[in-house]
T-cell receptor, first 111, second 115 residues
Framework: SQQGEEDPQALSIQEGENATMNCSYKTSINNLQWYRQNSGRGLVHLILIRSNEREKHSGRLRVTLDTSKKSSSLLITASRAADTASYFCATVASNDYKLSFGAGTTVTVRA | DAGVIQSPRHEVTEMGQEVTLRCKPISGHDSLFWYRQTMMRGLELLIYFNNNVPIDDSGMPEDRFSAKMPNASFSTLKIQPSEPRDSAVYFC?????????????FGNGTRLTVT
């Protein structure tokens, strides 16, 4: 099934540093979405990027999409302790309608 | 906006018992989804409703699982009889528009433990 794979699985950074995580997928997509999940909570939608878009920004978040490489990256700039969470990419394949989630990247921001 | 509301937050039950999980989607949203999250399998889509009609239930594990959406503001996921392997966090999510091309709004989940 169409499923993103995040890399790295875990990331530990100092407050104020940037955090970058990547997502690779297998087949052509309609869109790619990034979600955040804090411990014990539901997923929160961060950014949706469509297949004809290359970059989107939202506050301290920057998402890029390279459809030729079938990959996306999520950059969190000037990280804060509150950014500690798991981050998931999810894709909607062009020939399907379901949203498939990857296994996630666990980000720990140290104060 | 109260967001997606799920109840209960935690459920502990014995094997063989019936379990009912409840969800109230965001008002005005016309799509509703039930997901299950485990360490081993990650997030799995169980069932998807659009305008209260089940569109895709191919992710429902077996006949012990059933889901209903009697109206636009309420859905249930029932497991009968429950088994230890059903232990997981169950999420309900809603969105505006058909399918998965709009952002999903998740509830905080129900953590189910079957002993």
């Amino acid at each position: 099934s169409q499923q993103g794979e995040e890399d790295p699985q875990a990331l530990s950074i100092q407050e104020g540093e940037n955090a970058t995580m990547n997502c690779s997928y297998k087949t052509s997509i309609n869109n790619l979405q990034w979600y955040r999940q804090n411990s014990g909570r539901g997923l929160v939608h961060l950014i949706l990027i469509r297949s004809n878009e290359r970059e989107k920004h939202s506050g301290r978040l920057r998402v890029t999409l390279d459809t030729s490489k079938k990959s996306s990256s999520l950059l969190i700039t000037a990280s804060r302790a509150a950014d500690t969470a798991s981050y998931f990419c999810a894709t909607v394949a062009s020939n399907d309608y379901k949203l498939s989630f990857g296994a996630g990247t666990t980000v720990t921001v140290r104060a | 906006d109260a967001g997606v509301i799920q109840s209960p937050r935690h459920e502990v039950t014995e094997m063989g018992q019936e379990v009912t999980l409840r969800c109230k989607p965001i008002s005005g949203h016309d799509s509703l989804f039930w997901y299950r999250q485990t360490m081993m399998r990650g997030l799995e889509l169980l069932i998807y409703f659009n305008n209260n009609v089940p569109i895709d239930d191919s992710g429902m594990p077996e006949d012990r699982f059933s889901a209903k959406m009697p109206n636009a503001s309420f859905s249930t996921l029932k497991i009968q009889p429950s088994e230890p392997r059903d232990s997981a966090v169950y999420f309900c999510a809603s969105s505006l528009g058909q399918g998965f091309r709009s952002p999903l709004h998740f509830g905080n989940g129900t953590r189910l433990t079957v002993t």
